[in-house]
């Protein structure tokens, strides 16, 4: 579970870091005029993943705002998985580039913030010295300095929050005669049955496909404890048992007979508009929202959570340690925490990612900013997330990848 965070630790690592890394490549951080003006015409390099026109057009706003406001370019490299940025990093470590790395910043957290960390891949601390991180009050909101159980210590800077989010078409056959949509994972499995096709999730190892395993996990062992602490520590098989026997049942009846999976949650949401499933999910809770908004899904899409809440985690942007560009990183990362952009963020307008910023904490003319727009039925109820299961250990994360895999990546 979250443990305390550590200012002390984080000082003397800082410490470490500064006498380790070139003059030339460290910033000072505690001096963010200073940090400012070394940011003005670098070019950072932003790996991200790009496999959704939302967030990329976010992104692109954000780069003119960066370029007109800090004389600071953004360029988005688009990723398939971040675990690729992370891969590149340590390649460029292995090889002696400790100075003049290709990435200079990285959309990240649980695993693959666990396997940065576990090589020292991270630059920082840093995020305690950006000037709007105090707006997330993390003294009353530990989840923006714990990444998947494990203490951020300053190494990454928290950047939206994602929860898993189930919608579904209220009109649709499927649901008919049916007053609720499924609340648990059983009452899931007993509406596949009754509709079969009508419901899918992403193949493996997609982040949103392995979060419904872990939320499908969570619910169905009774060794949930277990999942806080690093796999190596439990009865892999005995935990999961009960997950790979109730795949076993709902496979057959998964679109497509649970043959073949669609590769990411976009794709969900486009059979979903294409007619082809009635009931889907997303890790960004205004998803549906967005898509009726847009004309994309009808309006009689509705979202829920289920009964016994919904996984839910902070997603960061992290610098790397040899990144060339680090004040231009640490301008993007504290741009990214100001009330401007995490409002536009927010918006249904833009991506409809929902803010790190603790609200209560701004001016009044800054809370406007976030005023829901209210008048979208697809919107989640305004309770939804008042019970947010948190994420287990990342090592988890990657020990069900490589097991569902095993089992059914084959198909």
Known sequence: ????????????????????????????????????????????????????????????WVAGQMQERFDVEVEHVKLEDASSAVSRVLA????GNDADGSIDAIWINGENFAAMREHDLLFGPFAESLPHFALTNPADNPEVVTDFTLPVEGHESPWGRAQITFYYDSQAAGFGTRQTPPGTMHELLDWARETPGRFTYPRIPDFTGSTFLKQALIELTDQDEALYQPVSESDFDAVTAPLWDYLDKLHPHLWRKGESFPASGPRLRT??????????????????????????????????????????NVHFVAIPYNSPHKAGAMALANFLLSPAAQAKKQSLDYWGDRTVLDVSRLSEAQRALFETQNDNPALPPADAFDNTLAEPHPSWMTALQDAWLERYGAQ
């Open 92 to 95: 460029e470590k292995q090889a």
């Open 271 to 312: 059979l979903m508009s294409d007619g082809e499933l009635d009931l889907a999910f997303s890790f960004y809770p205004t998803d549906a929202a967005v898509a009726v908004k847009e004309y994309q899904l009808p309006p009689s899409v509705r979202s829920y959570v289920l009964d016994g809440g919904t996984l839910g």
């Open 1 to 60: 579970m979250p443990r305390p965070y550590r200012r002390t630790a984080l000082l003397s690592a800082g410490l470490t870091l500064a006498l380790s890394l070139p003059a030339a490549a460290q910033p000072k951080i505690d001096d963010w005029d200073a940090v400012l003006k070394r940011a003005e015409g670098q070019t950072v390099y932003w790996n991200a993943w790009g496999g959704d026109s939302r967030t990329n057009r976010y992104i692109d």
